[in-house]
T-cell receptor
């Protein structure tokens, strides 16, 4: 089944403890992206990647890192999480074809205490 | 990327057509209009998209005005399962820009 898989679905951690949220897609998509969703603010883009080894900042990149060493994986790294990064995170992918839509994962709910 | 404006919320009676408007008055010629919806806190789901012409698929219809400054998503026979937040996005693809700006969407509530 074609899908975008995020892990974990739920994560509770403490301030300053490094964590990684994984994202993997099995559709051979070139483009991948991370979003965070907060009440009243909608979905905001954190980082995106047009292809392997190519990443760019979205609208809210501060406090996050990403890497794209393989086409299928796009992990989101929080080197030193803070409470204001408590949020619902979504990974998405799509092919680099002019009118193809985004495919989203099921989300990761992160709580930083 | 063109900014889109949507009403915050709407109600619709079950079985009736739900018409969700979106304003994208600054849209440029190479920007597509996409619609997604998000049920509860699940990942957003693609519904439909268009450039100039009206489009229809098994889920919905998309009506884009001739000047392309606004569009309407139509769910022809809304059901309770269509209760969700609906996002309208205008984004260029041919230029190589891939910034999808989602905004806060329209919360549609389908009433029994």
């Amino acid at each position: 089944e074609a899908q975008v898989t995020q892990n974990p679905r739920y994560l509770i951690t403490v301030t300053g403890k490094k964590l990684t949220v994984t994202c993997s897609q099995n559709m051979n998509h070139e483009y991948m992206s991370w979003y965070r969703q907060d009440p009243g603010l909608g979905l905001r883009q954190i980082y995106y990647s047009m292809n392997v080894e190519v990443t760019d900042k979205g609208d809210v990149p501060e406090g996050y890192k990403v890497s794209r060493k393989e086409k299928r994986n796009f992990p989101l790294i929080l080197e030193s999480p803070s409470p204001n990064q408590t949020s619902l995170y979504f990974c998405a992918s799509m092919p680099r074809v002019v009118d193809s839509p985004l495919h989203f994962g099921n989300g990761t709910r992160l709580t930083v205490t | 990327d063109a900014k889109t404006t949507q009403p915050t919320s709407m109600d619709c009676a079950e079985g009736r057509a739900a018409n969700l408007p979106c304003n994208h008055s600054t849209i440029s010629g190479n920007e597509y209009v996409y619609w997604y919806r998000q049920i509860h806190s699940q990942g957003p789901q693609y519904i439909i998209h268009g450039l100039k012409n009206n489009e229809t698929n098994e889920m919905a219809s998309l009506i884009i005005t001739e000047d392309r400054k606004s569009s309407t998503l139509i769910l022809p026979h809304a059901t309770l399962r269509d209760t969700a937040v609906y996002y309208c996005i205008a984004t260029p693809r041919s230029s190589g820009t891939y910034k999808y700006i989602f905004g806060t969407g329209t919360r549609l509530k389908v009433l029994a």
